[in-house]
């Protein structure tokens, strides 16, 4: 397997645009975290979803930012309009919940630069 | 809810030293304890886990403990070499379906030649 995938990379954009971050979990795991990691903040949780179902969104920072999961290999985190201040590495991260508990695997992030 | 905190925030070693990393956690339910090192430009990857049956877990030159009463776990890395600097997180979350991963604020070691 792949590991979780996301895209882009690297963005760059223009306060006020709309940017929208892509995540693939790894095949067969049905939980799906979104993570925010800056130097002040530290590794900030945005939301999370189990089997496709937005669990617990109480980390999104407001309005602007919304996550969806269509089906239980796509994720998309959406900021609409993006401020300066959402420039971070924005990470995916995906686990198979069974009775006994499993690591997460990150994906290697995006990092988010709003200019 | 879940509340993990972290010392040191910064830890400097000599080569060939030990590194020790401590974590406290406040949800009795918690019952699993991974640790993840992030290099730069990279995603976190664990290194090494516990789960609560268990007070201590060995692999090489890294080992966690874990005292439940206390709510506590620490990282342990003998014989540090500069390949392990890097910044390290701990995390605690329990086994029920649909549960959150909270992660410490982390710690950025450095290990010196």
């Known amino acids: 397997d792949a590991g979780v995938i996301q895209s882009p990379r690297h963005e760059v954009t223009e306060m006020g645009q709309e940017v929208t971050l892509r995540c693939k979990p790894i095949?067969?795991?049905?939980?799906l975290f979104w993570y925010r990691q800056t130097m002040m903040r530290g590794l900030e949780l945005l939301i999370y979803?189990?089997?496709?179902?937005?669990?617990?969104d109480s980390g999104m920072p407001e309005d602007r930012f919304s996550a969806k999961m269509p089906n239980a290999s796509f994720s998309t985190l959406k900021i609409q309009p993006s401020e300066p201040r959402d420039s971070a590495v924005y990470f995916c991260?995906?686990?198979?919940?069974?009775?006994?508990?499993?690591?997460?695997?990150f994906g290697q992030g995006t990092r988010l630069t709003v200019v | 809810g879940e509340n993990v905190e972290q010392h040191p925030s910064t830890l400097s070693v000599q080569e060939g030293d030990s590194a020790v990393i401590k974590c406290t956690y406040s949800?009795?339910?918690?019952?699993?304890f991974p640790w993840y090192k992030q290099e730069l430009g990279k995603g976190p990857q664990l290194i090494i886990d516990?789960?609560?049956?268990?007070g201590e877990k060995k692999d090489q030159r890294i080992a966690v403990t874990l005292n439940k009463t206390a709510k506590h776990f620490s990282l342990h890395i003998t014989e540090t070499q500069p390949e392990d600097s890097a910044v390290y997180f701990c995390?605690?979350?329990?086994?029920?379906?649909?549960?959150?991963?909270?992660f410490g604020p982390g710690t950025r070691l450095s290990v010196l030649p």
């Open positions: 991260a995906s686990r198979r919940e069974q009775a006994i508990n499993t690591e997460a695997f």
């Open positions: 095949s067969g795991h049905n939980s």
């Open positions: 979803f189990n089997n496709n179902v937005p669990i617990d």
């Open positions: 949800d009795s339910a918690s019952n699993y």
């Open positions: 516990i789960r609560s049956n268990v």
């Open positions: 995390a605690a979350t329990s086994d029920n379906y649909g549960q959150n991963f909270v």
